[in-house]
Structure formats: C-alpha cells, structure tokens
C-alpha cells in the first residue's frame, strides 16, 4: 500500500515563499506519476501540478507556473513543491497524489496523503 506524508505547511506572509515535501513509502516510487492538488474551504479541489514518473516532464495549471516549482528525487522517494510569491488566494490544504499516469483530474490518483495546511496572511 502506498503512503503519502506531506509536512512543510504553515503560516506566511503575503510574498513569502514555503516549500512542501511529500515522502513517499510502500510503493515502488519511480513507476508513480506523482501531483499536488490544493482545496480551499467551500471549493473544490484543484489541481497544482503533476510530475511523470522520471521526472523529466512536469506540468502545472497554467496560473502557477510562474510561481511554482515541483520537483520529485527519485533516490530519496520524496516530491517537492516550491512556493514562491505566496498570495492570500494560495491559502488552501495541500494534498500529494501518486497515481499510474499523469493526470489533471483528482479520480486518476489512487492515492492520498493527509494534506498539509498553508495559510497566507499578513
């Protein structure tokens, strides 16, 4: 059964910048499409974007690419996100997703970590 813990999430400023990681067990990690999706209260989950499975391709929801970086380290089964520029409206739960192929849509990903809180105010 694959596992998914995210951690790095927190409280900033408007401007600042957080980085999420995603550690990744019980799975063989380089055969999983991995992604990040973010839900705000009274909306609906929302993709952020998706890494294939080598790493070489990586693709975001266009409104992020500016600001975001994602990045997966296949050695030490981990997936990153890099936030820079943090605006108020990126406040949401961040959730890692791993999954057989890349996907924008939440259902193509089997599994789930528990999300990690950011919370962008001044």
């Known amino acids: 059964q694959v596992q998914l813990v995210e951690s790095g999430g927190g409280l900033v400023q408007p401007g600042e910048s957080l980085r999420l990681s995603c550690a990744v067990s019980?799975?063989?990690?380089?055969?999983?499409?991995l992604a990040w999706f973010r839900q705000s209260p009274g909306k609906d989950r929302e993709f952020v974007v998706a890494?294939?499975?080598?790493?070489?391709?990586?693709y975001y929801k266009e409104s992020m690419k500016a600001r975001f970086i994602a990045s997966r380290d296949n050695a030490r089964n981990m997936v990153d996100l890099q936030m820079n520029s943090l605006k108020p409206e990126d406040t949401a739960v961040y959730y890692c997703?791993?999954?057989?192929?890349?996907?924008?849509?939440?259902?193509?990903?089997?599994?789930w970590g528990q999300g990690t809180q950011v919370t962008v105010s001044s």
């Open positions: 890494i294939a499975k080598n790493g070489g391709n990586v």
């Open positions: 997703a791993a999954g057989q192929s890349i996907a924008e849509v939440s259902e193509e990903y089997n599994y």
């Open positions: 019980g799975g063989t990690f380089r055969t999983l499409a």
